[in-house]
């Protein structure tokens, strides 16, 4: 794939994912704050008058039909029909929704039928919880709409001093998910000389009317902090006590974090703003510290562009410059043989490691020279592996499969033996050299190459117990785990945190030279590898070139084995009849020595080889500490 190709890949990713995400959890004007709930406050209207009324509108949405048999309206603090001798709310007025059960359990406990039938007493009884009112239909709720209006008089709890009585309403703080909410706080008499909602929300004044609006998200504390003129005490039907300097007290508990600054929104705010310009922002990281050379370069290239070592065709210019892979492993090997260091024979054995014409294969390698004789350190290091576990001067695929077996059964005691063959060939097979690797590319801006590529090593290997075990895990945590992705749902800022996450996986995992940059000319051979390798793909075009030509076979089938597709020369080898030592070897090193990789997997035990002070019930000063509390909610 072209660079060009590979950003323009890339950034469309990062855009689609962060637009979608928005989409879905409502941060381009959706409704995140109600994501995923199968019933919500679709609208909420709360309307505060000087004289203590509070009139309430609740608009449900229910979605799944069935499911819900009240929708109510609960409080924290004492909810009555009659005086108290302490603060509380005093039920006025209840409009419900045609063919339901209006009641109320006040603060006491005793329920009460407001309306319909008197009988359904005892259900509620059983249901309601204390300081509670709303509406019951036993047979429940048809997905839909309804509407539910409330009247309280609120008695409250007030704070007063010669300047200001302090009044801290608490509406919600455990509750549905509110899609929209407004607020309006009645000025009529001019008593009204600050308001701090809690959390901060968007505060219009419209003639004498303080209009709050926003989306609340589900058990998000809804508050409204109050400085009136002390005369409103007289107006309002409250508790009130003497504390002196109330004003300082509540701007001080508005600067703490509670109030005043709107972080959680400059916060939402900002993300939002990183969602959607992250794809301009790499488009540019590429245009400064990736954008590279143009040069032109033939569609195919029948030639070997530069005689390198076969394992830096792989680790450079394969792929990803900072990923190395099998592959180079294999190509070494078949490279020996090409060039007299070893001599590969393949031969069919059954289980018992005797000889037959079907089951498995074994490699035996006659290793002809030392690593002594080498002068690369990988090839002396993929050597003197062979020679390590050979015997009388051959590597058999079989015997060392039967050592591993062996390694296997004594690892339940003493595991190093099995370690340390493991970690040998994950060093040769999948462990990139990256001081090389520096050495062509500049080192990238952003990637995580190096972890994605072994991540998907780990998923593809043989043995799959730690997979199924933490799968096993995963499956039976997820009741633990709910809360969390509930929460997540829930917090816009923790979406957006997530859908950012995502967002960076496609510049994770693409090629590493796309935010770094290829040193001197190198750029130039790495699209005639690439070139190169789409001539090895294409039969038709390999087929243009004789049988004949052994040397020019060979050498394609190893370098074909580093770019990965030395399966593709083997089939076009077979069906023009082109007859090399290493083309059997080639076919079956994968499924052998992957099959040696994984039998260094140690087993399981188990397993076989195979500021806010209380006040008079509320009232305190700062965000959550005032009267109220509950909020809509839905049984």
Same mark, same amino acid.
């Given at each position: 794939?072209?660079?060009?190709?590979?950003?323009?890949?890339?950034?469309?990713?990062?855009?689609?994912?962060?637009?979608?995400?928005?989409?879905?959890?409502?941060?381009?004007?959706?409704?995140?704050?109600?994501?995923?709930?199968?019933?919500?406050?679709?609208?909420?209207?709360?309307?505060?008058?000087?004289?203590?009324?509070?009139?309430?509108?609740?608009?449900?949405?229910?979605?799944?039909?069935?499911?819900?048999?009240?929708?109510?309206?609960?409080?924290?603090?004492?909810?009555?029909?009659?005086?108290?001798?302490?603060?509380?709310?005093?039920?006025?007025?209840?409009?419900?929704?045609?063919?339901?059960?209006?009641?109320?359990?006040?603060?006491?406990?005793?329920?009460?039928?407001?309306?319909?039938?008197?009988?359904?007493?005892?259900?509620?009884?059983?249901?309601?919880?204390?300081?509670?009112?709303?509406?019951?239909?036993?047979?429940?709720?048809?997905?839909?709409?309804?509407?539910?209006?409330?009247?309280?008089?609120?008695?409250?709890?007030?704070?007063?001093?010669?300047?200001?009585?302090?009044?801290?309403?608490?509406?919600?703080?455990?509750?549905?998910?509110?899609?929209?909410?407004?607020?309006?706080?009645?000025?009529?008499?001019?008593?009204?000389?600050?308001?701090?909602?809690?959390?901060?929300?968007?505060?219009?004044?419209?003639?004498?009317?303080?209009?709050?609006?926003?989306?609340?998200?589900?058990?998000?504390?809804?508050?409204?902090?109050?400085?009136?003129?002390?005369?409103?005490?007289?107006?309002?039907?409250?508790?009130?006590?003497?504390?002196?300097?109330?004003?300082?007290?509540?701007?001080?508990?508005?600067?703490?974090?509670?109030?005043?600054?709107?972080?959680?929104?400059?916060?939402?705010?900002?993300?939002?703003?990183?969602?959607?310009?992250?794809?301009?922002?790499?488009?540019?990281?590429?245009?400064?510290?990736?954008?590279?050379?143009?040069?032109?370069?033939?569609?195919?290239?029948?030639?070997?562009?530069?005689?390198?070592?076969?394992?830096?065709?792989?680790?450079?210019?394969?792929?990803?410059?900072?990923?190395?892979?099998?592959?180079?492993?294999?190509?070494?090997?078949?490279?020996?043989?090409?060039?007299?260091?070893?001599?590969?024979?393949?031969?069919?054995?059954?289980?018992?490691?005797?000889?037959?014409?079907?089951?498995?294969?074994?490699?035996?390698?006659?290793?002809?020279?030392?690593?002594?004789?080498?002068?690369?350190?990988?090839?002396?290091?993929?050597?003197?592996?062979?020679?390590?576990?050979?015997?009388?001067?051959?590597?058999?695929?079989?015997?060392?499969?039967?050592?591993?077996?062996?390694?296997?059964?004594?690892?339940?005691?003493?595991?190093?033996?099995?370690?340390?063959?493991?970690?040998?060939?994950?060093?040769?097979?999948?462990?990139?050299?990256?001081?090389?690797?520096?050495?062509?590319?500049?080192?990238?801006?952003?990637?995580?190459?190096?972890?994605?590529?072994?991540?998907?090593?780990?998923?593809?290997?043989?043995?799959?117990?730690?997979?199924?075990?933490?799968?096993?895990?995963?499956?039976?945590?997820?009741?633990?785990?709910?809360?969390?992705?509930?929460?997540?749902?829930?917090?816009?800022?923790?979406?957006?945190?997530?859908?950012?996450?995502?967002?960076?996986?496609?510049?994770?995992?693409?090629?590493?030279?796309?935010?770094?940059?290829?040193?001197?000319?190198?750029?130039?051979?790495?699209?005639?590898?690439?070139?190169?390798?789409?001539?090895?793909?294409?039969?038709?075009?390999?087929?243009?070139?004789?049988?004949?030509?052994?040397?020019?076979?060979?050498?394609?089938?190893?370098?074909?084995?580093?770019?990965?597709?030395?399966?593709?020369?083997?089939?076009?080898?077979?069906?023009?009849?082109?007859?090399?030592?290493?083309?059997?070897?080639?076919?079956?090193?994968?499924?052998?020595?992957?099959?040696?990789?994984?039998?260094?997997?140690?087993?399981?035990?188990?397993?076989?080889? !195979?500021? &806010? +002070? $209380?006040?008079? *019930? /509320? =009232? %305190?000063? !700062?965000? &959550? +500490? $005032?009267?109220? *509390? /509950? =909020? %809509?909610?839905?049984?």
């Amino acid at each position: 794939m072209t660079e060009e190709r590979s950003l323009a890949l890339v950034i469309a990713s990062v855009f689609l994912i962060g637009a979608v995400g928005l989409i879905l959890t409502g941060g381009l004007g959706g409704d995140s704050a109600v994501y995923g709930e199968d019933v919500y406050v679709y609208e909420y209207r709360a309307d505060f008058y000087p004289n203590g009324t509070l009139e309430e509108l609740f608009v449900y949405q229910i979605s799944t039909s069935g499911k819900y048999r009240m929708l109510y309206r609960s409080f924290k603090d004492p909810l009555a029909r009659g005086e108290l001798n302490k603060p509380y709310f005093e039920l006025l007025e209840l409009r419900p929704p045609l063919g339901t059960t209006t009641y109320i359990r006040d603060y006491s406990g005793r329920v009460e039928v407001l309306s319909g039938d008197p009988s359904m007493v005892y259900d509620i009884q059983s249901l309601a919880l204390i300081n509670e009112v709303g509406c019951y239909r036993p047979e429940r709720f048809s997905r839909g709409r309804y509407e539910i209006g409330y009247r309280f008089k609120v008695h409250p709890p007030l704070e007063c001093d010669n300047q200001y009585c302090h009044l801290n309403l608490k509406l919600a703080d455990e509750h549905l998910p509110y899609r929209s909410a407004t607020i309006a706080i009645h000025d009529e008499n001019g008593s009204l000389r600050r308001i701090f909602p809690h959390p901060p929300m968007d505060v219009v004044q419209t003639g004498d009317v303080w209009l709050i609006r926003g989306s609340i998200p589900k058990d998000e504390l809804v508050e409204v902090e109050i400085l009136f003129a002390p005369e409103v005490a007289e107006t309002l039907d409250g508790f009130s006590r003497n504390v002196t300097e109330v004003g300082n007290k509540t701007f001080a508990a508005n600067d703490d974090g509670h109030g005043g600054v709107d972080w959680y929104t400059i916060l939402e705010r900002g993300l939002t703003g990183l969602i959607l310009l992250l794809p301009a922002g790499l488009f540019l990281i590429h245009r400064r510290y990736g954008r590279e050379k143009e040069y032109t370069v033939p569609e195919t290239l029948s030639y070997v562009p530069e005689k390198r070592k076969p394992w830096l065709v792989n680790l450079v210019f394969n792929g990803d410059s900072f990923d190395f892979n099998e592959n180079g492993f294999y190509a070494t090997i078949l490279d020996f043989q090409r060039r007299g260091i070893i001599e590969i024979e393949s031969e069919m054995i059954d289980d018992n490691g005797l000889l037959t014409s079907s089951n498995k294969a074994n490699l035996k390698m006659r290793l002809l020279k030392g690593p002594e004789d080498l002068d690369d350190d990988y090839e002396k290091d993929v050597l003197s592996f062979l020679k390590a576990y050979s015997s009388g001067g051959v590597f058999s695929t079989a015997t060392f499969e039967d050592t591993l077996k062996r390694m296997r059964k004594d690892a339940k005691i003493d595991p190093s033996s099995l370690n340390f063959i493991r970690e040998r060939m994950k060093r040769l097979m999948y462990v990139p050299n990256r001081e090389i690797c520096g050495r062509f590319v500049a080192r990238p801006r952003l990637s995580s190459g190096a972890f994605v590529a072994e991540s998907r090593r780990w998923i593809r290997r043989p043995n799959f117990n730690v997979l199924f075990i933490l799968i096993f895990f995963l499956i039976f945590s997820m009741p633990f785990l709910g809360p969390i992705v509930s929460w997540i749902l829930q917090s816009s800022v923790a979406t957006m945190l997530v859908i950012l996450g995502l967002q960076l996986v496609p510049a994770a995992i693409a090629p590493s030279a796309l935010f770094g940059r290829w040193k001197e000319e190198y750029y130039k051979e790495k699209l005639e590898w690439d070139a190169f390798r789409r001539h090895l793909k294409d039969f038709a075009s390999i087929q243009k070139y004789a049988p004949e030509d052994l040397k020019m076979w060979e050498e394609w089938l190893v370098y074909g084995a580093a770019l990965g597709v030395g399966d593709k020369v083997v089939e076009a080898m077979e069906a023009l009849n082109v007859q090399i030592p290493e083309m059997r070897p080639a076919g079956e090193m994968h499924e052998v020595f992957r099959h040696s990789y994984g039998l260094t997997i140690q087993p399981s035990s188990s397993s076989n080889d !195979g500021f &806010g +002070g $209380g006040g008079l *019930g /509320g =009232g %305190g000063f !700062g965000g &959550g +500490g $005032g009267f109220g *509390g /509950g =909020g %809509g909610g839905a049984r």
